[in-house]
């Protein structure tokens, strides 16, 4: 189910490069739309966080990771380097988001948390704490899956709102909250002496 709803949705941001004033870019004024920085950010956003939701599932797939450590590696390294790029073009793009300062904070918040869980992640295995690695990249994807849960929430928010921005302010926050808590709810238990060293 995780990998089906990341994929679709991770091939999503290909609309931007085929449909012109696609989605979002139909909400935005043409200050901003004219803006190099702003587009930049977009367009790096939006594919280098689509790539990170279709290859990170793949990660936590314990038969992969057994048989092909070294496309565990790779695939990690490739992982890190989109989620850091969508991550901090993110948090720039949530300065601008439509619904003000409440869903600015909310998306803002989410790029802070996947930053910081993607790179705790990656020094966590660098130093060879194994289990410190795997909680850390269970809150990073958790975060990067806030692209999924978001697209589910929105269309049911905006039903029960009636009105797009309260649903939109709303969702800034329930895309990725309750995420954490799954993700603190699975990695609750890992024990601590599991950490071993990584060869
Ligand atoms: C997890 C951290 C993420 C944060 C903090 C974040 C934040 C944002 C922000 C602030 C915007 C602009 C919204 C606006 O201007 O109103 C945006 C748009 C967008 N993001 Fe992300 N995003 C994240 C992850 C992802 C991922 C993993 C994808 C991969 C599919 C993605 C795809 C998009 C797309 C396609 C848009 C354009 C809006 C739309 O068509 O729905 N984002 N994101």
Redesign the pocket.
């Given at each position: 189910m995780i990998a089906i709803l990341a994929t679709l949705?991770?091939l999503?941001?290909l609309f931007?490069f085929f449909q012109h004033n696609f989605?979002?870019l139909g909400n935005k004024n043409s200050a901003l739309l004219a803006s190099a920085v702003w587009s930049s950010a977009f367009y790096m956003?939006?594919t280098a966080?689509?790539l990170?939701?279709l290859i990170g599932w793949v990660q936590f797939n314990e038969r992969i990771r057994i048989s092909s450590p070294v496309m565990h590696r790779q695939l990690g390294k490739l992982y890190l380097l989109f989620a850091l790029f969508?991550?901090v073009s993110?948090a720039y793009?949530?300065i601008?988001?439509?619904?003000g300062l409440i869903a600015a904070t909310g998306?803002f918040c989410?790029?802070l948390v996947?930053f910081i869980s993607t790179f705790m992640g990656y020094t966590s295995i660098l130093k060879g704490r194994v289990t410190q690695h795997q909680k850390f990249m269970i809150f990073s994807y958790s975060?990067?899956f806030?692209?999924v849960t978001l697209r589910l929430w929105l269309p049911l928010l905006v039903v029960i709102y009636g009105d797009f921005i309260k649903a939109y302010v709303l969702v800034a926050w329930l895309c990725w909250v309750p995420n954490m808590f799954v993700a603190y709810l699975l990695t609750r238990d890992m024990n601590k002496s599991e950490m071993q060293p990584y060869s």
């Open positions: 949705i991770g999503y941001p931007y989605g979002i956003h939006i966080g689509g990170a939701l969508s991550s993110a793009l949530a601008h988001a439509n619904g998306f989410l790029a996947w975060a990067c806030a692209a």
